[in-house]
């Protein structure tokens, strides 16, 4: 059999395994076509010699903010995806926070087409649900969108959050179209009082940010998207979770079986609030970075299944709207680029197994997003995507060399002890040994499987 592409003597790690196999991989028009032991030499075919790597299945990144269109002097999808494909990973979600929000069929269907121009990795799109949107949900399904999302809690773009109507109104329409959403979970009222409170204290302590945004506020909106989830039978998400809080109620609701899945994020499991001092607003993102004891516990929910998968929120902003006094400056951190080498440095340490971390940050968001098996696996037919690792070579971040516009860490100078070798992306590599090797306008949109008829009792109609 003829292969495009041969990886040679990698070990292959399974997500759902222990431990990994030594194996060859044959791809063949973007798709994985042969998985064996040896494979032979077949005419034409270039051969990598992954001997002594680890191959994953190709990282992704369920939650970015690339800001095109409109707010593109932060970022772009040219630049948010090349930093995405020095960072491993080769399919990245972005958020419907742009300028226009990403709220009805035409909005969607432009920011494809932009990223479909600029892109070096795959994407996907999430589209807005807010309480003005309701008729736009079979439009946006239709036009391609990820899945939904809800800013209970408002951030950057100022989207208002739906009340407790039209939100259930839109969770009810949104499981009878069997579409998940996720949720930036804050309590909005919550939010104000404690930031207009500490906005009365002098000093400008960054460590009040996390008093200003409580973990109580966090609670408040995860048990509202759980409560929710079971009286109208929608699906949910828990995007970024940063407080101990939350994880209880997230693992109350899997044991009762509410379809729930949940995220964090590099930041949460990194930085805690002993780090204010030194990184200030640089540290500074929605919701915000809490104690040790927070940090501890969202490990911990990692290794129970509470937390299903690692996403970045990825959510850049210049250096001048980031070096602001603290309520003035930007919340967001860049992370697209640091977080494989952050997670397998933890994977070195034994915070977690490498089968683990391609659970995490591979498999789930497939699954969880409705991509499996075609991204997220290695099954045979499957996109030919893999993120080849190094768990041997040594780094250390540097702001200045990274590939987002948004270049102030808050790992500048943190030291990692391995590192993404090479990522390959249906087939073709996209980065090789710190080099882009590949072009924009390579990646595709990537939409779930899912029916493509609306039943049609709900043509048109609001769902009570
Ligand atoms: O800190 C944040 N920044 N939190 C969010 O939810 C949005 C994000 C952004 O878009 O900048
Ligand atoms: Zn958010
Ligand atoms: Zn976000």
Known sequence: MNYDLILKGGKLIDPLGTGSVRADLGIRDGKIAALADEIGGSQGAEIYDAGGLYILPGLIDAHVHFRDPGLTYKEDFASGSAAAAYGGITLAADMPNTLPPTAGAAELREKARIAGEKSYTDFSLFALLSAGNIEEQEGLLREGALGFKVFLGSSVGNIAAPGAGPLLEQMKRAAALGVRIAFHAEDNELNEHFTRLCRGISGGDPALLSKARPAVSEAEAVARAIRF??????????????????????????RRAVPVSAETCPHYLFLDASDY????????????????????????????????????????????EKDRPLWEALSGIAGVETSAPLMLSAVNR?????????????????RIWGLYPRKGGFAIGGDADFTIVDMNRAGLIRGAELHSQHRTSPYEGFETSAAVAAVILRGRFIMKNGVLTGSAGYGHLVCPERPRDTPANLRGRSVL
């Open 277 to 320: 001092p030194r990184l200030g607003t640089r540290m500074k993102v929605y919701p915000p970075i809490r104690e040790a004891e927070d940090r501890e516990a969202l490990w911990r929910g990692i290794a129970d299944g509470t937390i299903d998968m690692i996403a970045t929120d990825h959510a850049p902003h210049t250096a001048e």
């Open 350 to 366: 034994g915070l977690l197994s490498l089968n683990s971390y391609a659970r995490l940050a591979s498999l789930a968001p497939a």
């Open 229 to 254: 989830a079971e009286y109208s039978g929608a699906a949910i998400h828990i995007c970024h979770v940063s407080a101990r809080e939350s994880l209880s109620l997230i693992r109350e609701a899997k």
